[in-house]
């Protein structure tokens, strides 16, 4: 059955959140529901064929994409006398991991061992999904993996984003020639122009968990050549003492300048699932006790709304019971009035005499 298409008059804009590869981003409802979901407006106007190809592969790709660890494509809309294409996703109330890595920062302290195995094991789910084979010909490589582009949904769950750049990999196709991606998370072999495959993906994801934890990157520098030197022979510093060695020994297995030395995703999720066994709800909360920030605010704001709620319903409650009282006073009145004026048949009249 075909579905309607969705209009932009179904939704409202709520606010501009930033702006990524192709555009700008914002928070828009639903009016039908008041569901939130965001928009990223991409402007193909002077866009070549190619350009525009690239981008109906994009959001079909997006559209392909229904991981509980991705963000999730909902619709798009066509908006032809602006040339501006609307892409609809899920919205992630908790923002994104470059977010927390700032916050944290600034507090000076850093995020709990037990939530950085949870990103990780999130994180190798999608990677999974991305990497698996569709119809036996494509398969995805993320190639932008970095804090920016990993989100928290509400209840804390790790949603992988922005395929802007990730392309439809066929077999023996080398996009080595292709520069894009976060110097800082940049693979040995991705500066040395050597195959980009998914062990590439794999060593972005050791910067990404080393970061979380030491809240800046494995490998920094000035410039791009030091940078590449830097990278190239592999040296790091351990990640703080607070995080176990085996988060550690995991990085560094990720770390491997040689792609071949990095572990498969399977062998990655054997060793990664030992750590994160704690029963779901346990852990968010006490990862939910350690959050502070935004987070936290959120639930107090959402604990805020539910008593503003419950205050409503008291209220609707009391006014429902002084309206049973009324009415049932007023019946009581009336019984007795009709009672006065009722003539039972069989009673007889009253006569003034
Ligand atoms: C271009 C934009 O892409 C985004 C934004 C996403 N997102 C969903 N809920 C959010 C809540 C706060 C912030 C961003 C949120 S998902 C997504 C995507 N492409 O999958 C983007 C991408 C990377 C970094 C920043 C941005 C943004 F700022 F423009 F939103």
């Known amino acids: 059955m075909p579905k309607t298409t969705a209009k932009l008059e179904d939704f409202e804009v709520l606010v501009t959140i930033g702006s ?36 109906v592969q994009e959001v079909n790709l997006l559209r392909e994409l229904r991981h509980p ?3 999730r494509y909902h619709d798009r809309i066509i908006d032809r006398t602006h040339s501006t294409l609307f892409i609809i996703m899920e919205y992630c109330e908790g923002g994104s991991l470059a977010d927390l890595i700032a916050r944290k920062r600034k507090e000076k302290t850093y995020i709990e061992d037990a ?8 994180i190798l789910l999608a990677l999974e999904d991305c990497h698996r084979k569709r119809e036996g010909v494509h398969k995805i490589l993320h190639r932008d ?25 066929h077999h023996n196709f ?12 940049m693979s040995p072999e991705q500066f040395t122009e050597e195959l980009y495959d998914e062990k590439s993906d794999l060593w972005s994801l050791g910067c990404l968990v080393y970061e979380l934890c030491a809240l800046s990157p494995p490998f920094t520098a000035p410039n791009q050549r030091v940078l590449a030197t830097r990278v190239r022979d592999g040296q790091f510093r351990r990640i703080p003492h607070t995080f176990s060695s085996e988060l550690q020994s995991v990085i560094a297995d990720l770390l491997q300048t040689k792609p071949s030395r990095r572990p498969s995703i399977r062998e990655l999720l054997e060793s990664v699932s030992q750590h994160t066994t704690l029963s779901p709800t346990v852990q968010r909360q006490t990862i939910l006790a350690n959050l502070t920030g935004k987070c936290e605010r959120k639930l107090i704001q959402r604990e805020d709304i539910v008593r503003e709620k419950e205050k409503a319903l008291a209220e609707r409650e009391r006014r429902l019971i002084a309206r049973e009282k009324a009415l049932a006073e007023k019946e009581r009145l009336f019984h007795k009035d009709t009672h006065v004026y009722r003539r039972s048949p069989l009673e007889p009249m009253e006569t003034n005499s």
């Not at 970095?146 to 992988?160: E, H, Y």
């Not at 080398?174 to 998370?185: N, R």
Request: with cysteine.
């Open 20 to 55: 990524g590869t192709y555009g700008t981003c914002k928070k828009i409802r639903r009016k039908a529901d008041s569901k939130v979901f965001v928009w990223k407006e991409v402007d193909y106007h002077g866009m070549t064929e190619k350009e525009k190809q690239l981008l």
């Open 69 to 71: 660890n991705i963000v």
């Open 115 to 122: 939530f950085v195995w949870q990103v990780f094991h999130q």
């Open 145 to 169: 993996l970095k804090p920016a582009n990993v989100f928290l949904d509400k209840d804390l769950n790790v949603k992988l984003g922005d395929f802007g750049l990730a392309r439809i990999l």
């Open 174 to 185: 080398s996009l080595a020639k292709t520069f894009v991606g976060s110097p800082y998370y």
